[in-house]
């Protein structure tokens, strides 16, 4: 067997034999009804209507509101986008959505596009072009990035039911038609990225967003988890207090990350028929679980290894204890946020780590806990950029290539008396969901 890895601007060849292959799991294939931009035209021509209930299913929404009925007599405009860190089509997006502004005359000073940061830095003026691509000249002085940590910045509006702290952008409640764009796919703790999560954590502010993600140490906080999620809760708990209307575009991309699919009209009914796609296209079920996994982290999510640690939850969901977990991700900007490096870093042990975790949480940690708890049954191998001390510091062995940290991995795992182990491979891992459902 003879795969190739990517990792940056190249790949690594990884050969194993073939009696070894679990699977090589990757998004499945989805034939989409038309280019990227006849998706979301039909989209646009065909949003969504309100839920009947406020549940994970679509219940006869009925058409909704058209875009441009939704802008007639609007004043002030604001189009929430996502940073660099995530594939969503926005250049795609605001293409589709330009004639219908135009039409209103909100294509000048009233508009304002909100970069939905959460707790990450802002763009670089690099990434503002990736972001906007063929609209940068004409919309980048439009652009604003949220600050987290501005807390004169925002508004409170209460209290989830989780006792989290409501603070949003003020910026928000200065517009009065507001659209909100994203892309719909697994999530480690929230269920699924999207919709909801273009507020909150998206314009948050920084003790906001810190709350919420606390509410991610919960067994219930999980990929694909909606219903009983406390991180999916919170973030519905803000929308009923945003005053303006509303109107989304949500994407779902395939694995080349082209666009699979498009809906629009009401947040939550656009972001549960994203949801239906999206779990059709990132959920893959495997015969077995590993003993060892090669997940890698794909751009844009290897920029750092915050974000390239999706990789290491999705994998793990299918790796036995005692196992290997093999990362391959470039993290081009380094950890991320440090907060959680150092919660490992100062720990002696991935048990001490989730000990420390329990008697004082901080923004971060949720992260932390995830890698350890992975630490804590199996071993966790990292083909990076980043130094070989500080990957040992969280807990993580460093890696000169795939192939030599799956050798030494077979060759112990051999010494340990399992003769033919099992190799799964995640070519897309940070928005693949491996699935085994044992026989009952």
């Known amino acids: 067997m003879k795969i190739a890895i990517p990792y940056l601007n190249k790949t690594f060849p990884l050969e194993f034999p073939d009696e070894y292959l679990l699977a090589v799991a990757e998004p499945n294939e989805y034939t989409a009804e038309g280019t990227a931009e006849e998706l979301l035209e039909a989209a646009l021509a065909n949003p969504y209507g309100p839920l009947q209930r406020q549940k994970a299913v679509i219940d006869a929404c009925g058409k909704g509101q058209s875009l441009e009925a939704f802008l007639t007599g609007g004043k002030k405009l604001m189009i929430i986008i996502n940073d660099a860190t995530r594939p969503t089509p926005t250049e795609t997006i605001l293409t589709g959505l330009a004639p219908a502004i135009e039409k209103a005359d909100l294509d000048n000073k009233a508009l304002t596009l909100m970069v939905a940061t959460g707790a990450h830095r802002s763009p670089t003026e690099e990434e503002y072009v990736q972001i906007l691509g063929r609209h940068h000249n004409r919309l980048r002085d439009r652009c604003v990035s949220h600050d987290a940590r501005n807390e004169a910045g925002?508004?409170?509006?209460?209290?989830?039911?989780?006792?989290?702290?409501?603070?949003?952008?003020k910026k928000l409640f200065e517009a009065d038609r507001i659209i909100v764009t994203g892309s719909v796919e697994p999530h480690y703790i929230a269920g699924f990225t999207g919709g909801r999560k273009a507020f909150l954590p998206g314009i948050a502010a920084y003790k906001t967003i810190e709350a919420n993600h606390k509410q991610g140490l919960s067994p219930k906080a999980r990929s694909l988890a909606l219903e009983g999620n406390p991180v999916h809760e919170d973030m519905m708990d803000a929308l009923p207090l945003i005053k303006a209307p509303v109107f989304s575009v949500m994407t779902v991309l395939d694995k080349e990350q082209g666009v699979a699919a498009a809906a629009a009209g009401d947040l939550m009914a656009s972001f549960y028929g994203a949801v239906e796609i999206a779990k059709r296209i990132f959920c893959v079920l495997v015969p077995s679980k590993a003993?060892?996994?090669?997940?890698?982290?794909?751009?844009?999510?290897?920029?750092?290894?915050?974000?390239?640690?999706?990789?290491?939850?999705?994998?793990?969901?299918?790796?036995?204890?005692?196992?290997?977990?093999?990362?391959?991700?470039?993290?081009?900007?380094?950890?991320?946020?440090?907060?959680?490096?150092?919660?490992?870093?100062?720990?002696?042990?991935?048990?001490?780590?989730?000990?420390?975790?329990?008697?004082?949480?901080?923004?971060?940690?949720?992260?932390?806990?995830?890698?350890?708890?992975v630490s804590g049954r199996a071993a966790v191998k990292a083909v990076s950029e980043l130094s070989g001390e500080r990957l040992k510091s969280l807990f993580i062995e460093k890696a000169p290539s795939p192939q030599q940290a799956l050798d030494d991995a077979l060759a112990a795992l051999n010494a340990g008396g399992i003769a033919i182990p099992k190799i799964l491979v995640l070519p897309d891992g940070c928005v693949t969901v491996p699935i085994?459902?044992?026989?009952?």
């Open 291 to 373: 003993d060892i996994v090669v997940s890698v982290a794909k751009f844009p999510m290897d920029i750092d290894l915050y974000q390239s640690q999706k990789a290491i939850d999705n994998g793990a969901a299918v790796l036995k204890n005692g196992g290997f977990l093999i990362l391959v991700s470039g993290c081009r900007d380094g950890i991320g946020d440090e907060a959680y490096a150092r919660l490992l870093a100062d720990s002696s042990s991935p048990a001490d780590a989730m000990e420390r975790i329990r008697t004082g949480y901080k923004l971060g940690y949720h992260k932390a806990a995830k890698m350890a708890e």
């Open 154 to 169: 925002m508004v409170d509006i209460g209290i989830t039911r989780n006792g989290t702290p409501m603070m949003l952008n």
């Open 436 to 440: 085994y459902r044992p026989e009952q």
